[in-house]
């Protein structure tokens, strides 16, 4: 039995939790009605992708949803691609989210926006849906209609809300970035969709700086010809808006649609509601349609039921409109909880900042990134011991894998009491095959569990489920939120080609995952970055667990340098202030990997560098360094990058080390 297996339970349900979560709560109710009994969550698991149709169909009742005209059935087609969901059904996805804006949630707070160049801004559901009618008026009387894109380039705060809702209310299409990408950026994204309306800021705060970008967003809109009209948010009030004689104020255009209620037009159910986009660090991003019926049963179910949101509740997740956590933070409004968002940065004015909201708004449900809170572990931050903690229930973690060190730092000076929610799947999904529950305990550096309706399996390169250890992370079976297309692939094939080629008629997904003996899950890194020195498949997250835990390292990367028809591991470390990369240093590491890990992932070539490369969700290249350092002539995207520089800074050290190909 390997280490893994063993991992030490770290939290655990009460009683209380047990029967009285959403998901307790489904489990008694599914049993009611005479399907199981469930001994426990992974009876339900397994009972979830037998009953498949059940299953989902059963979603829908309990999590509440609403459409205009009912389904046929639950599957049509079940073969992938092309599975077809709740045929015949018509409904509305933002309905679904405003469907309590006229009951008991209509005067309680659904909007709560914190930014760092405005003041905190509170709205409640029923002003929330009246502004959202009124954009959605505003937009249909200059002419955009069912069908049109609707681009943002906004911060994750309200008026992004309002836009997504507005579209969608009127079965438009909604695609967004955020505001501190570059320009080439922005366009490659919105110049493949040709947005009919834009939704655009003025500018934004980070860090306690403000950055005006009229005249960037001026030249974006001249790079759009498909545009009928664009919405200029004053998120730097004492700033000019956007020049340009497409362009309207916010305030004159919810003026201008004041008093009218969303249409909530019914759509088919594989109708596009978002366009998110893949990373782009290779060449133009990929354009993931997602549709109406399986991102929304989907949503309802990873919330209501993983997460354990509902309407008393108060949910934080720190995110960007660039990345497709944003989308999932939107889709809490489903629930009737109060959404409280959070533009600007994470460390300002402290890296105190985000947990001292979490005190300060009683929130119940915080999300953030693994490398944030590896970050809050770095500098010691104590929380828990430090500020009001009595709300909270659910920490959610993503981005990347959360090294075991971070689990003991959340229960020890994070948040004790709260359920440590690892979660993981990706834009191509909009949501997770992996991740939380409430029924289960949570084990030192483990993601508790497959999430319902899910079949994933760790399979090998003969596309079978591997009896131990890991393999490709892989879903034998259809998932609701599955796109419906890529946008400009009529037969296709690229479609096909991104996840389908592996294994016919199965999602393979990109991910390095092991399953454990007692159904959790460990993933080791993106499956297209694996390591293979000696033959052996080597996972860059096994060695991030190794480095990114010694004090003297801030941050770290590893890549494969093939050499002689086999690879050397090279590492590349960013020291924490005041360290550089010593003799010392490099052998405390290689003896760190060397006893945590293997010999086989010990690094052939340790690189010091001053910074590494992000992409602008805050994702590691690793693709982009390893074809430098293996010549690859493949283009990339720098814009796609959150720091390009340090791509650049990478390629002088490896030419100083005699590591770049002739």
Known sequence: MSNTEQAPVVWTP??????????????TWLEQQGFGPFADYHALHRWSITELDTFWQKVWEYCGLVCATPAKRVLGKREMPGAEWFPGMKLNFAANLLRLADGDRADQEAVVAYCE??????????????????????????GIQQGDRVAGVVTNGYEALVGMLATTSMGAIWSSASPDFGIGAINDRFSQIEPSALIVVNGYGYGGKVFARQHDFAELIAGLPSLKVVVSIPQLPDEAPIPGALVTTWEQALAAGEGQAPSFTPMNPDHPVYILYSSG?????????????????????????????GPEDRFMYFTTCGWMMWNWQASALLTGAAVITVDGSPGYPSLNFLWDTVAQEKVTHFGTSARFIAGCRKAELQPAKTLDQGHLRVVFSTGSPLLPEDYD??????????????????????GCFVGSTPLLPVRRGEIQCRFLGVDAAACGDDGEPVKHGRGELVCRQPLPSMPVSFWQDPDNERYQDAYFNSFPGIWAHGDFIEFTEHGGAIIYGRSDATLNPGGVRIGTAE?????????????????????????????FIVPADGQSVTDDLSKTLKTRIREGASPRHVPKHIVEVPDIPYTRSGKKVELAVARLIN????????????????????????????????
Not at 119 to 137: C, F, H, M, N, Q
Not at 555 to 569: A, F, K, N, P
């Open 281 to 309: 660090t290779t060449g133009k991003p990929k354009c993931i349609v997602h549709g109406t019926v399986g991102l929304l049963v989907n949503h309802a179910k990873e919330l209501m039921l993983h997460g354990d949101v």
């Open 409 to 430: 730092w959340i229960y020890s000076d994070g948040a004790p009491d709260a359920l440590l929610g690892s979660i993981a799947g990706g834009t191509d999904i909009c």
């Open 543 to 571: 060695i991030y667990r190794q480095v990114e835990t010694i004090a003297e390292v801030k941050d770290s990367l590893v890549v494969g340098r093939q050499i002689d028809g086999d690879v050397e591991v090279v590492l």
């Open 117 to 142: 160049t405005r003041p905190v801004l509170r709205k409640t559901y029923s002003e929330l849906k009246a502004d959202a009618g009124a954009l959605e008026a505003f937009m249909r009387s200059n």
């Open 631 to 662: 010549g690859s002539q493949k283009a990339d995207n720098r814009d796609a990058l959150g720091n390009p520089e340090a791509l650049d800074q990478i390629r002088d050290r490896l030419a100083a080390a005699g590591l770049l190909p002739d």
């Open 14 to 27: 009460t009683e209380t939790t047990l029967s009285q979560s959403r998901m307790g709560q489904f489990k």
